[in-house]
C-alpha cells in the first residue's frame, strides 16, 4: 500500500524564476506577500530555546520535513547566515492556538504561544515546499502572517468497524488531517459489524468480534447473515500498543484522537462476544453487513453486570487515550428489546420513568458519571438527549442541526456534524459517475459554505459551538484509496470553514488555491475527487417571473445549456445570466473546461408552468430551515420534487402546512394540487387530508374539496399528487391545509413522535 509520510504537507513544486503566488490552505486571518524569498540551504539553521522541550521536538519535526525533501540537515542553535526561529512568547492576539509567521530573504520566524502555534506557522511554510523529494530550491515567499483558529473542535472522523484499515493508514489519514490544519481525529473503533480495540480483561471482543465473513462482494445491505461454520477471515483490530504509537504519533502533529466505544446500541459485535450483554442473551455471529434480522444490537439496561462490563471497558479506552473527550455513541437504539425484556421494565418501574427513552437517559448519565468520575468529559451523538440530557454531556449533532440547537440552549457544548453537508460518505459529484455511495449529495462547495453557528443560536448561545466535523462511514468504502477519494477535497473546504474568519472566506479564492494541491495530489498518486461536474440548476423567481440560474463549481470553467431538450455541445447557448422560464420546458446544462464538455451527462431540470408559478408563498406555520428546498416560494418554481429528501421539498415537524397564495388577480380554476412525500425512515408521513380552499379577497374562504390520505402508513417511500377537482370559478387566492398526523403511527421507531410533512409543488390550473 502506498504510504504517505507524516511529512504529508501539501506543496506546489517551484518550476519557475518568478515569485511565487501564495496557496494556503486554510487561508490565514491575515497575510502579506512581500518581495524575495527566504532559501533553506546547507547555511540555515534552527533556532529555539534547547531548554524547551516542546520546542526541540517541533524543531526535529521541521528538520525531518526538509531532510525529507531535499536531503538538506539543518543544525540547531548553531550560527549560520541565515535562520529559522522558532519563539514562545506571550501574544495575546492570537490565542492558544494561532502564530505570526514573518519571512525574510534572512529569516523565518514563527512565534506563537504554544507548541501547537509553533506547528501550525511551520504547516504554513510547508505549503510552500515541495512535498516530494526534489533537486529545487527551497525557497520559501517573503510573508506576514498573522493567524488563527475560528473554532477549537476542527475534526474528522473514521470509521474502521465496517472496514478495517491498518495502523499505517491511520497514520496516513492523520496526515491529512495535521495538513490542513485539522486537531481532533475521532476514531470510531467499535459498532455491530466489528470490534476493534483490544481490551485485555474481555479478548473475546478481539478474537470473536473483530472478525467476520468475507461477504465484500456484495452491496452493504444484501449481504447474507453468517452461518454457522463459515470461516470468519475478514477484519482486524488494533492492540492497545498500537494504539499508543498512533497516539503518540498524532499528538507530534497537534492532533487529539477521540475515541469511540459504542452504545448501548451498536453493540452486536460485542453481544457476539459475550450473548450475556443482550437482553434475549442467546448466541449469535458476528455481522456481515447490514442484516439485522434476529440481530440483538442493543445492551440490556436492565443487567447491572452490563454495566461492570462497559465501566471496565472504559477504565482500559481512558487509559490509553489522553483525550478530554470520550464518544460513547449513543444512537439509533432500538428500544424494542428493553420493551419486551422482563429486567429492563422491572428498572423502568423501580426508577419511577414513563418510557424506554428516560430509560436510554438512565444508561447515559450513568455511564456519563463514571466517566466524569475519571476526570474526562462524554460526548455522543444527539440521540442522548431523549429522555433528557446527562449533566455535563457534549452533544455532536448530525441529524441535522435541531439537536446541538437545543443542547446550546441547555448551555451544553455542541460539535455541528449535520449529514448535510459534513458526511463525507456522501456523493460529492453526479452519482452517474461516481463509485457507488450510501446515498446523499454534498458538493466542495457545500461543505465550503458551512457556517456551524446556526442562526437560530443567538444571545450568546453561539459560545457553546465548539466547531465542526466531517464524518466518513466506510459502508461502501473498502479501500485506502477510496477513503482518500472522499475526503479529498471535501476536507480541505471544511478546513477553511473551520478556521477562517467569516470575513477572510471566499470560494473563488478558495478554488483558485486548490488548483495547487491537485496538482500535488497528481504527482503522488493520491486518490482525490477532480470535481462536481454537473451544473447546479436553481430556480428563482424575481418580481413574479420565474428563472433559472446554472452553477459550476469547477474551475475557471464555463457553462453551456438548451431548452429545446437536445443535449448541450459548445455551440449552445453559453451561460452568462439567470435564465428565463416561460413555458413548460426541460432545461440541460453541461460544464465545459477548455473548449471540452467535462459533464458525462447533461444536468436538467424540468419546468411546468401553470397559474401558480412565479407567486409568493406565505405560511401561517413556517417551513423548518433545515428543509427550505430553494427558498420561501419553492412551492411555485415549477419543479416537483422527487425521491430525494434533501432537494425541493419544504418540511414541516409536527405542524400543519397551512400555505396562501396570491395569483395577483382573479383567474378561473377548476384544478388545485399539491405534491407530498412519504419517507418512513426519516419520520416523513403523508398527512391525514389536504383542503382546498379559495378566496375573492384573501380573508374569507371558501372550501372546494378535502382530500383523505390513501398511502398505508408503513409504506416506506411514496409520492402521492393531492388534487382537487371542482367547477371552474373564478378566484385571487388559494389556501391549501395539509393536517399533520397527531404522532408517528404504532410499530414506527418514533412512536407517538411528532411526524413531518413534506411538500413539492402547489399546482393551479
Request: hydrophobic fraction near 35%; proline fraction near 6%; charged fraction near 20%.
Amino acid at each position: 500500500m502506498k504510504r504517505i509520510l507524516f511529512y504529508l504537507l501539501i506543496a506546489l513544486p517551484l518550476f519557475t524564476t518568478a515569485q511565487q503566488k501564495i496557496n494556503i490552505i486554510p487561508q490565514p486571518v491575515s497575510l502579506q506577500q512581500n518581495e524575495g524569498d527566504f532559501i533553506i540551504d546547507n547555511n540555515t539553521s534552527l533556532q529555539y530555546n534547547p531548554a524547551d522541550k516542546s520546542l526541540q521536538d517541533a524543531a526535529n519535526f521541521f528538520s525531518s520535513y526538509i531532510n525529507h525533501i531535499s536531503g538538506i540537515e539543518l543544525p540547531s542553535n548553531i550560527h549560520k547566515s541565515k535562520f529559522v526561529e522558532f519563539r514562545l512568547s506571550k501574544t495575546t492576539e492570537i490565542g492558544d492556538e494561532g502564530y505570526l509567521l514573518n519571512v525574510s530573504p534572512s529569516s523565518i520566524i514563527i512565534t506563537a504561544n504554544t507548541r501547537a502555534g509553533i506547528i501550525y506557522g511551520m504547516q504554513s511554510v510547508f505549503q510552500t515546499l515541495p512535498a516530494i523529494r526534489t533537486n529545487a530550491v527551497l525557497q520559501v515567499p517573503c510573508m506576514q502572517v498573522k493567524d488563527y483558529p475560528r473554532f477549537k473542535w476542527r475534526g474528522m472522523h473514521l470509521d474502521v468497524c465496517r472496514h478495517f484499515f491498518s495502523p499505517d493508514f491511520v497514520k496516513e489519514y492523520i496526515d491529512l488531517l495535521a495538513s490542513y490544519k485539522m486537531n481532533v481525529f475521532h476514531w470510531h473503533l467499535t459498532d455491530d459489524q466489528g470490534w476493534r480495540i483490544e481490551i485485555k480483561k474481555y479478548p473475546k471482543l478481539t478474537s470473536v468480534g473483530a472478525w467476520r465473513v468475507d461477504e465484500t462482494s456484495k452491496i452493504w445491505g444484501d449481504r447474507p447473515q453468517a452461518v454457522a461454520g463459515e470461516p470468519e477471515t475478514y477484519g482486524g483490530y488494533y492492540t492497545q500498543q498500537q494504539i499508543k504509537d498512533i497516539i503518540q504519533y498524532a499528538k507530534e502533529r497537534n492532533v487529539t484522537i477521540v475515541p469511540e466505544i459504542e452504545m448501548p446500541g451498536h453493540s452486536a459485535a460485542a453481544i457476539a462476544a459475550y450473548p450475556f450483554l443482550s437482553c434475549s442473551q442467546k448466541p449469535q455471529l458476528p455481522m456481515t453487513g447490514g442484516n439485522y434480522k434476529d440481530v440483538s444490537s442493543v445492551l440490556c439496561v436492565g443487567n447491572d453486570s452490563v454495566f461492570t462490563f462497559m465501566e471496565n471497558v472504559l477504565s482500559e479506552v481512558i487509559n490509553l487515550f489522553p483525550s478530554e473527550y470520550i464518544h460513547i455513541g449513543g444512537d439509533e437504539v432500538d428500544k424494542t428489546s428493553w420493551k419486551n425484556c422482563p429486567k429492563c421494565q422491572a428498572l423502568k418501574t423501580k426508577l419511577g420513568l414513563k418510557d424506554e427513552e428516560e430509560l436510554q437517559s438512565y444508561f447515559i448519565k450513568r455511564i456519563e458519571k463514571f466517566i466524569v468520575s475519571k476526570h474526562r468529559k462524554m460526548i455522543g451523538w444527539d440521540e442522548i438527549l431523549e429522555g433528557g440530557l446527562a449533566p455535563e454531556a457534549t452533544v455532536m449533532s448530525w441529524r441535522g442541526e435541531s439537536g446541538g440547537i437545543a443542547a446550546a440552549k441547555m448551555h451544553h457544548d455542541v460539535v455541528m456534524t449535520p449529514g448535510t453537508p459534513l458526511y463525507f460518505d456522501h456523493y460529492q459529484a453526479n452519482p452517474a459517475s461516481e463509485p457507488l455511495a450510501i446515498g446523499g449529495f454534498n458538493t466542495l462547495k457545500m461543505v465550503y459554505d458551512y457556517n456551524p453557528i446556526p442562526q437560530q443560536l443567538q444571545g450568546g448561545y453561539e459560545k457553546y459551538i465548539l466547531g465542526a466535523q466531517a464524518n466518513l462511514w466506510t459502508e461502501y468504502i473498502t479501500t485506502p484509496e477510496y477513503v482518500e477519494y472522499m475526503v479529498l477535497p471535501r476536507m480541505l473546504a471544511l478546513a477553511e470553514a473551520v478556521w477562517t474568519p467569516l470575513s477572510e472566506k471566499n470560494w473563488d479564492s478558495f478554488n483558485e488555491r486548490l488548483q495547487t494541491q491537485f496538482k500535488d495530489f497528481g504527482q503522488r498518486s493520491i486518490n482525490y475527487c477532480k470535481g462536481n461536474f454537473r451544473a447546479d440548476i436553481k430556480p428563482s423567481i424575481q418580481n413574479g417571473k420565474l428563472f433559472a440560474s446554472l452553477f459550476s463549481e469547477i474551475y475557471q470553467s464555463e457553462i453551456y445549456y438548451t431548452t429545446n431538450g437536445e443535449t448541450p455541445t459548445i455551440q449552445s447557448e453559453k451561460y452568462t445570466a439567470p435564465v428565463p422560464i416561460d413555458s413548460t420546458l426541460t432545461l440541460k446544462a453541461v460544464i465545459a473546461v477548455d473548449g471540452e464538455i467535462m459533464s458525462k451527462m447533461p444536468a436538467q431540470q424540468s419546468f411546468v408552468m401553470d397559474k401558480a408559478v412565479g407567486k409568493n408563498v406565505v405560511y401561517t406555520n413556517p417551513v423548518s430551515p433545515y428543509y427550505m428546498a430553494d427558498g420561501p416560494n419553492s412551492l411555485t418554481d415549477g419543479v416537483r420534487g422527487t425521491v430525494n429528501v434533501g432537494k425541493y421539498w419544504h418540511g414541516f415537524a409536527g405542524k400543519d402546512l397551512i400555505a396562501t397564495i396570491d395569483l395577483g388577480q382573479e383567474e378561473n380554476i377548476h384544478t388545485i394540487s399539491i405534491g407530498c412525500l412519504q419517507h418512513y425512515r426519516d419520520w416523513i408521513m403523508m398527512p391525514q387530508w389536504v383542503k382546498f380552499e379559495i378566496s375573492d379577497d384573501g380573508k374569507n374562504f371558501t372550501e372546494v374539496q378535502t382530500i383523505n390520505n390513501d398511502i398505508p402508513q408503513n409504506e416506506m417511500t411514496a409520492i402521492k399528487e393531492f388534487t382537487a377537482n371542482f367547477s371552474a370559478r373564478n378566484a385571487r387566492y388559494i389556501r391549501v391545509t395539509a393536517k399533520a398526523l397527531d404522532g408517528l403511527p404504532k410499530g414506527h421507531p418514533g412512536e407517538g413522535q411528532p411526524a413531518w410533512i413534506f411538500a413539492d409543488e402547489i399546482v393551479v390550473n
